[in-house]
């Protein structure tokens, strides 16, 4: 390579050099070359400080060299300057800088397009006002007249707009005004070329700045939407969809602007909503949410649903070349695809009442149009509720009427069409539920599998108001048909028809819960013939179904006859997994569920499963740092599902899981886990380290300093919002060894209350469960340590009192409250600014179950009378609402 340059001398390549680097990436994007070796070569060529001159020589000058080679090197050189554009010298830099200018006028418009990319990641890296050039040389292209400099320039401004839109909107030294009011004029002027390319890319730059909305848009907004309203109709479809997109940001993030023209609007957007380019269409159909989501008037929407609504159920009928259409043909004797096997990601335990749960309703994970205007339908129901049903049921049965399979399509799109309605409209459509689910019950044995499935989907919508009708024998019959005929489904020869129907089983369970009991040995051998049934993809499904069922039902599942049909089946694919097949994950999630159903009943199952869980923690901890001595690559999601399952162990065989704990060394591997720098794994593991303590807190006693010092470092405020799961599930955890330790938490004790305290402060920011185990905590170690906390009190008193009060009654609220009671009898008179949150607190309590916490809240109310100077008492009571007030009166003040 050449040596390194001297200010003020020329940049030559070596031909040496410039040769191997050439091979190397005609090598590189040859299909059938060997690209580990070549990558690590070209890494290699990286430690020399002036690789990237050749990358751009090659780009910019090897005019003789195939494109597809100069876009290679054009493409290393973007990645290359991405990590080390700032450690370049600045005579290297600036060489990089000349090359890459004279390219964005090349009559190759791939080149244009690379160098586009390439030139935005150095103005991430190095700033616009480190490069005057780079803005003149786009001035003078976008002025220059020349299609193919005036396409290479605003490619370029398109691309840095996109990644970084704020960085035109700064004062530049040397520049009268900013960029972007340079440019803003000479874009819109842009909407009335005859060329596509460049209307395209100048509306797609425009687009980029609305959520940003610098003040050079804001001041040309008319002009603005004046040239969208020109360009609505352009001949070109990819423009049309970028209208779209346009107007869909501007009704979200500034809907004034468009107030004046929205009847307009929305008569554009119903057109487009049916544009015989679907991506145009699906963009339209965005702008329906986007409107709604955005809490724009109703009422201007009220009076073209008559027009809207059949468009959106028309383009709910699948299209003729939608992937589904070649999906629904698999029959479960078609083994399973790679890429049908989606990737899948475990949701680390989590304690509390708060955990925000993914909730995929539908059955097809691909957007299209089809799913975005049952979105919008659906979102329209919210809004419009039963005022939409008169455009729409007409429609719905009209389709369903016609049994023709020419058809078929339609009638799916109506089921698909009630689903989508059937919460948002359920006040209208309830008093017809019974006849809507007797129609909807033979459609689960249609012909059609699409049908079949979108009727499963559909059903479990319902799920909800067809439980709460068992109250009655005719509502118990029509949720055993229901019941019966999901099942049914369960057992389809069809693939996507399992899916659906294990998905909505799901959902009923979850809605069914103790409804389900007298029917678990039909639904347990249903769920056992799929097993044997089911492949891979399907089968992951089938194991969340059981996990929901034995989530649903608890205990009853505890029955020999039950756990005889149950258990075999799972221990058997149990066996057959090895430790690195990704198939385990589902079943360690499945286990977890049944051993909490199960308590002490899964006593018999349970010591193989701990020893496993323990040796795919133990051989992932290895894998980390040395994959070949693991035997199989690192991935965290077997040790999250491990440790997640012994939580399900700890919490239902309790102290049953004592003598596991103590022939294995998982003392010692949690440990490691609590300090892991994957968050996903510490939340885990600390769910584990309170269940442990809980159950057999002996066992952690050896390490309890360092289990404790751990979980107080997860409550520093810094990282606080990053990892608020983590933080929340140390809390809890500390809390617990509280309560089991005793005095032996003091070392602690004063870290861990300065960072709950500013939690309990500003609750706002964090989640419900945070808040709650944080008050919690707090007045555990304030029951436990109270010489330590209570002279802290008036620091934290108030806050601390408004979120027990929010607490629901248990007996962690128990233990808050003798906390509480302790303190105040140490300090009283840190507490005595605080008399009315303390009033308030006491009265969240419907009932205090323990007689001598009763007692203990009675004394320190009736001491408080007696302390303060007369009438003081009367005067804190009159501040307090009367539901409060009427409250208070049963602890005899």
Not at 593 to 609: K, N, T
């Amino acid at each position: 390579m050449a040596a390194v340059t001297v200010d003020g001398v020329i940049w030559q390549p070596q031909e040496d050099g410039l040769r191997e680097i050439c091979n190397l990436l005609e090598q590189q994007i040859s299909p059938n070359s060997d690209q580990h070796r070549i990558y690590q070569q070209l890494n290699h060529y990286t430690q020399f400080p002036d690789i990237n001159n050749y990358l751009v020589f090659i780009f910019a000058r090897a005019e003789g060299k195939p494109v597809v080679i100069r876009q290679a090197a054009g493409l290393l050189l973007k990645n290359n300057l991405r990590k080390t554009f700032n450690s370049m010298s600045s005579s290297y830099q600036n060489y990089v800088k000349s090359e890459l200018l004279p390219c964005l006028g090349l009559s190759d418009r791939y080149i244009r397009s690379t160098v586009g990319t390439i030139i935005s990641a150095i103005v991430q890296e190095g700033r616009i006002f480190s490069w005057p050039e780079l803005l003149q040389a786009l001035v003078q292209c976008l002025d220059s007249n020349d299609l193919n400099h005036m396409e290479g320039a605003l490619d370029t401004l398109s691309k840095v707009s996109e990644d970084i839109p704020g960085e035109l909107d700064l004062d530049v030294l040397g520049l009268a005004e900013r960029p972007i009011n340079i440019f803003m004029p000479r874009l819109l002027k842009f909407f009335q070329s005859p060329h596509t390319l460049l209307r395209r890319f100048a509306l797609s730059t425009i687009n980029q700045f609305i959520v940003y909305m610098p003040t050079a848009l804001l001041m040309s907004m008319d002009q603005y939407l004046q040239g969208l309203f020109a360009l609505a109709n352009d001949p070109a479809a990819e423009v049309r969809k970028l209208v779209c997109s346009a107007l869909v940001q501007i009704v979200e993030v500034r809907r004034a602007h468009l107030l004046p023209h929205m009847k307009n609007v929305i008569e554009y957007m119903m057109q487009a909503n049916k544009d015989s380019d679907e991506e145009v269409a699906l963009e339209a159909c965005e702008f329906w949410s986007a409107y709604c989501d955005g809490n724009a008037p109703p009422e201007n929407l009220r009076e073209f649903l008559p027009r809207l609504i059949p468009i959106l159920l028309s383009n709910m009928s699948y299209a003729d070349d939608d992937e589904s259409l070649v999906d629904a043909e698999d029959d479960e004797s078609f083994p399973d695809r790679d890429q049908d096997l989606k990737p899948r990601f475990h949701s680390s335990r989590f304690h509390g009442n708060d955990e925000n749960e993914e909730n995929d309703d539908d059955v097809v994970n691909i957007w299209n149009l089809r799913k975005c205007s049952a979105a919008a339908l659906d979102i329209f129901s919210n809004v419009f509720g039963d005022d939409i049903l008169p455009y729409l049921m007409p429609l719905i049965e009209s389709k369903l009427a016609n049994t023709s399979d020419s058809v078929w399509k339609e009638r799916e799109a109506a089921v698909l069409a009630l689903g989508a309605v059937a919460e948002g409209c359920i006040n209208g459509l309830y008093p017809h539920l019974s006849q809507i689910i007797t129609f909807l019950i033979p459609l689960l044995d249609d012909k059609f599998p699409l049908i079949r499935s979108i009727t499963c989907w559909t059903l479990s919508r319902f799920s909800r108001f067809i439980v709460q009708g068992t109250d009655n024998k005719k509502g118990q019959e029509q949720f055993e048909k229901v019941l019966m005929g999901v099942l049914r489904r369960i057992l389809d020869t069809n693939k996507r028809v399992q899916e659906a129907a294990c998905s909505s089983f799901a959902t009923l369970e979850e809605e069914a819960a103790e409804e389900l009991v007298l029917h678990l040995e039909v639904i347990l051998q249903h769920l056992l013939c799929a097993f044997g049934r089911y492949q891979r993809r399907n089968l992951r499904i089938l194991y969340d179904a059981i996990g929901t069922l034995a989530d649903a039902v608890g205990a009853e599942l505890n029955q020999p006859k039950y756990l005889e049909i149950l258990m075999p089946p799972l221990i058997s694919k149990w066996q057959q997994l090895s430790n690195s097949d990704k198939d385990l994950f589902p079943l360690l999630e499945c286990f977890t569920s049944i051993a909490q159903a199960l308590g002490p009943g899964f006593s018999q199952f349970a010591e193989p499963v701990f020893q496993r869980c323990v040796i795919l923690i133990q051989t992932q901890q290895l894998a980390k740092v040395d994959s070949v001595s693991a035997g199989c690559q690192y991935d965290k999601e077997f040790v999250v599902c491990s440790l997640d399952l012994l939580s399900g162990l700890a919490e239902g065989l309790g102290s049953g899981i004592e003598k596991m704990v103590i022939q294995s060394n998982l003392r010692d591997l949690l440990l490691q886990c609590c300090m892991d720098d994957l968050s996903d794994i510490r939340q885990s593991a600390l769910a584990l380290l309170g269940d442990l303590a809980r159950v057999c807190p002996v066992h952690l006693h050896p390490r309890l300093s360092e289990f404790l010092n751990v979980a107080a470092k997860q409550l520093n405020t810094s990282g606080l919002i990053e990892n608020i799961s983590v933080a929340n599930n140390a809390c809890w955890a500390i809390g617990e060894m509280a309560i089991k330790f005793l005095k032996e938490v003091s070392p602690v004790v004063l870290e861990v209350v300065s960072s709950l305290v500013p939690i309990l402060q500003k609750p706002g920011d964090l989640n419900k469960s945070l808040i709650e185990n944080s008050a919690i905590t707090l007045g555990r170690l304030g029951w436990i340590c109270s010489d330590i906390v209570s002279p802290h009190m008036e620091h934290f008193m108030q806050s601390w009192c408004m979120a027990l009060s929010f607490i629901r009654d248990d007996v962690e609220k128990e233990h808050a409250f003798r906390g509480l009671c302790v303190m105040v009898k140490t300090n009283p008179s840190g507490a005595i600014n605080s008399l009315p949150h303390i009033c308030i607190a006491v009265a969240s309590w419907h009932e205090i179950r323990s007689p001598d916490l009763h007692s203990e809240v009675c004394q320190v109310l009736s001491g408080y009378k007696q302390f303060l100077p007369e009438g003081a008492w009367e005067q804190c009571l009159s501040t307090l609402d009367p539901g409060v007030r009427e409250r208070l009166s049963k602890y005899q003040v």
